[in-house]
């Protein structure tokens, strides 16, 4: 939890080291233009295990921080690792990665990796991490930190060993790198928005609206953990805390499995999908939707719902905070924009504005484009790399935290506990 991590005038330090297009907008180079320095910087070679959706999302990441930031250590696309030797062939060729492997243990011990990022399923994301924090290297890990508390907790006491030996752990909750998620949490820490009364988070998909759409790894517990809950239960459970800088202290939770058997997947994945086995079925074992109330350490109410079943969301996740003093709302269908309400105006002119976040002045937009042209979801995975980079060559432990995550990891048991007992309000032990 705690401040956002902000960028450090990189659009200055570009145009001081001449990397600047040389065309005199004052608005920081945009991509491309720091390739040159950062060719001469030292390099911090990365690992990545999976090339799925996720690994495309963190290539792109790691291929643009660089060319658009001012970074100390320049990224190097090193290895990235799959069971397939042809399609993790492709896949490197297709993001720009030098070599391949086909077993992650091999990735973890080479010697020419500085750091791992976790991109696959959470079934195996404890094994990896440890795995790698015991072989000297930082780790990326992908969210949600692992599948159950136990795992969470061990990858937690090993990053913070492998903290004291100067390594570190992050986990990818890549919502607080939106710009403007990031600057409405820098406006509550300001106290913009007062006391806080109230969070709403919801982040509504419906691509299982189709009850033949397959069984694919996100509906097997086995291999997910949990469904909806924790593939974006955990983005907006974390978001909340985030936001707020204070913990979920208890929940009284609902889930529901609507659809319960679906045609086995086959052929390759195709985004979140992929085609189906002709008549050969398979048992969902997840949550398809989650619906739960929470309190925050202060008091404030929080009310949350994840749900694949929302027809006609496809990717909406929304935040509203009320507080004593103002009100912030933030919608990632559009994702330039916060909007805020300062409950100090008077009546007469006071209502809901809305900040179009692309000023230089805004958190990560002083590399990217001039005011008015808009970033998208790929950005946040740029920022993400950017700030684990500043980390690392600072030596400071990046946010949001192994400790974060698990911190996450226990309010989705608490939600799956209650939702057993009929929605018993359930305390969460730090
Ligand atoms: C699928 O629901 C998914 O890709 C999640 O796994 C991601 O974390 C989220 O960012 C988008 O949706």
């Known amino acids: 939890m705690g401040q956002p ?66 970074l100390p250590l320049n990224p190097v696309l090193a290895a990235i690792c799959g069971r397939d030797a042809d399609a993790v062939r492709l896949a490197a060729d297709r993001h720009g990665w030098a070599s391949t492997e086909t077993d992650w243990r091999t990735l973890v011990e080479r010697d020419d990796i500085d750091l791992v990022d976790i991109c696959t399923p959470g079934d195996s994301h404890s094994e990896i991490a440890l795995a790698a924090l015991a072989a000297g290297k930082h780790v990326l890990c992908e969210k949600p930190l692992a599948n159950t508390v136990e795992e969470a907790q061990a990858m937690t006491r090993a990053a913070e060993e492998a903290a004291a030996r100067g390594q570190l752990a992050m986990v990818g909750f890549n919502y607080r790198r939106v710009p403007a998620t ?69 929940v009284s939770a609902l889930t529901e499995t609507f659809v319960r058997e679906r045609p086995l997947p086959a052929g390759a994945p195709r985004g979140l999908s992929a085609g189906s086995a002709d008549g050969v079925t398979g048992q969902v074992t997840v949550d398809d939707a989650a619906v739960f109330t929470g309190r925050l350490t202060s008091g404030a109410l929080v009310s949350f719902e994840a749900t694949r079943y929302a027809t006609g969301r496809k990717n909406a996740l929304r935040i509203e905070l009320n507080g004593e003093r103002g009100s912030l709302a933030f919608d990632l269908e559009r994702l330039n924009e916060l909007s805020y309400h300062d409950g100090t105006e008077p009546g007469e002119h006071a209502g809901f ?37 500043h980390a690392v060559a600072e030596g400071r432990g990046p946010e949001p935290s192994f400790a974060d995550g698990l911190q996450v990891q226990r309010v989705l048991a608490a939600v799956e506990e209650s939702a057993e007992k009929n929605s018993v309000y359930t305390p969460i032990t730090p």
């Open 5 to 70: 991590q902000q960028p450090e005038g990189a659009g200055a330090e570009e145009a001081a080291a001449g990397t600047d297009s040389g065309t005199d907008t004052g608005t920081g180079a945009g991509a491309g233009a720091a390739t040159g320095a950062s060719a001469t910087r030292p390099p911090l070679r990365v690992g990545m295990v999976g090339y799925a959706f996720m690994g495309a999302a963190h290539s792109q990441g790691w291929r643009t921080a660089g060319r658009v930031f001012d």
């Open 182 to 250: 990031a600057l409405a949490r820098r406006m509550v820490a300001e106290g913009r928005v007062g006391r806080l009364r109230h969070l709403r988070v919801t982040y509504l998909q419906d691509w299982l609206v189709d009850p033949k759409a397959p069984l694919t790894w996100r509906l097997r517990k086995e291999l997910a953990g949990s469904g909806a809950l924790g593939d974006l239960g955990a983005h907006i459970v974390d978001l909340a805390q985030y936001l707020s800088g204070e913990r979920i202290a208890g």
């Open 353 to 389: 504005r809305r900040i179009l976040v692309t000023e230089p002045e805004h958190p990560y937009l002083e590399a990217w484009w001039p005011p008015g042209h808009g970033l998208g979801y790929e950005h946040t995975f740029v920022h993400q790399a950017r700030d684990l980079v």
